[in-house]
């Protein structure tokens, strides 16, 4: 059964718009004007396309018994690691209560990173 043509924008725009405007963009700063998003999926972990992006690899990695899958897993989860950061930084500097979110919430794996 094929998707109506846009259903995987809607998702996608539904997941990462929580409050309109864009969360992701090429430069991942922080947008002017923007909220800082402390509820639903943010609840869990900082940064959910990472941390969602990170699970689908591992679990495809799992099903497919694969050694290469699961290492490009573990780099991307260095990547994201590290990007996220950087983007850290930015999010301290344009919300002063980021500080208490971080403190709050962790990065990557709810309740462990």
């Known amino acids: ?3 109506p043509k846009g259903a995987t924008a809607e998702c996608r725009s539904y997941w990462l ?3 309109g405007g864009a969360i992701l963009d090429s430069a991942a700063l922080p947008s002017r004007g923007g909220n800082l998003v402390t509820t639903g999926i943010f609840a869990l972990v900082r940064h959910p396309p990472y941390s969602g992006l990170l699970w ?3 679990g495809f990695a799992l099903l497919s018994t694969s050694w290469l899958r699961l290492g490009l897993t573990i780099i991307l989860g260095i ?4 990007k996220s950061r950087q983007e850290e930084v930015w999010l ?4 002063s209560e980021y ?3 971080r403190r709050r919430v962790k990065k990557l794996i709810p309740w462990v990173y």
Do not use: I, K, N, S
Not at 79 to 82: G, H, N
Not at 92 to 95: D, T
């Open 17 to 19: 718009t929580p409050v």
């Open 56 to 58: 689908m690899g591992l």
């Open 99 to 101: 500080v208490q979110y």
């Open 1 to 3: 059964m094929a998707l």
């Open 79 to 82: 990547f994201f690691d590290a």
């Open 92 to 95: 301290v500097e344009r919300y």
